[in-house]
């Protein structure tokens, strides 16, 4: 018995097809991916309370759906929203006060020290492409922190 499957032409348009198909899919969730890991994370995390109230509550399923929405709610997601709050404020506040640093003349004071000078001497003796000014680096850090400011 020969049960050998001949592969023709036709075989490889399909599977190249079949591809084409699988890479047209990949781009179409390719921006949600994040959020479908995230989602299934938190499933992981709630699946254990939502078992405890389903067994608490067996003959009422909805109830039980309500209850773990509510309680992923106030638990998990408004937790996560006050400490991504204070991170953007603290990087306003940072943005803020390095605005100020920078046009006070710190970063002038930094690039005085001894250091910092020492250092880049030897930096420009020894690399091989163009000099490093200091007034360069001044002015990239204020552009920078104005950047910041704006934001």
Known sequence: MNNKMNVTASHWVLVVALLFA???CYLLVEPYINSIVMAFILSLLMFPI???IERKLPKHKNIVALLSCIVLTFIIVMPLMLVFSAIVQQGSVFS?????WVTGGGI?????HPWVVTG???VNEYLPFDAINPQDIA???AEFATSLAQI
């Open 108 to 112: 002038q004071e930094v690039i005085a």
């Open 96 to 100: 803020q006060n390095m605005y100020q």
């Open 50 to 52: 939502h078992e405890w």
């Open 22 to 24: 699988a890479f047209a």
């Open 120 to 122: 880049l001497d030897f």
């Open 139 to 141: 002015q990239k850090a």
